[in-house]
């Protein structure tokens, strides 16, 4: 029979809590809080995002201060229920270009927005970061290449 110390049990256990916070940090994401989007739904697995799944995991937690029922920043609102109606196949406010154009996400502007193209007026979005993972904007992209959906 082998006996451990208390002491030892606790260094091992430091060692693995540290591994884990490691290797989380090193793929994106970090040792408080997830940043929200399921690998399930991501573009990568090969299944396309709905308009729900991206409302859920971006809209409403990263975007909807700014953009929502009751601040409307560039008269744009999305909240749950009205980001489909604010976005696709609607004028941007700040250029002529169409925030989201179905099956088009190089000419979205939305997403010229959030990548921080040269092309936009004012500042990247979400407005002083932190900014949207490149899963998280390619969830966004899929949406839109599929046909941005209201879905």
């Not at 190089?106 to 921080?116: F, I, P, R």
Request: with cysteine; hydrophobic share 40%.
């Amino acid at each position: 029979m082998v006996f451990v110390t208390d002491n030892v049990r606790a260094t091992v256990f430091l060692s693995l809590l540290c591994l884990v916070v490691v290797i989380q940090t090193a793929c994106g994401g970090s040792a408080t809080a997830p940043t929200g989007v399921t690998p399930a739904s991501s573009a990568s697995s090969g299944q396309s995002a709905g308009l729900s799944v991206i409302q859920t995991q971006i809209f409403t937690p990263k975007c909807v201060g700014c953009h929502g029922n009751v601040v409307r920043q560039a008269g744009l609102n999305l909240a749950s229920g009205s980001s489909f109606l604010s976005l696709v196949n609607v004028k941007s406010t700040e250029t002529s270009l169409t925030l989201v154009i179905p099956s088009d996400p190089d000419e979205s502007y939305l997403l010229h927005k959030l990548e921080g193209r040269s092309d936009i007026v004012g500042n990247r979005m979400p407005q002083g970061g932190p900014f949207l993972t490149t899963v998280e904007v390619d969830l966004i992209k899929q949406w839109i290449s599929d046909g941005a959906q209201n879905n």
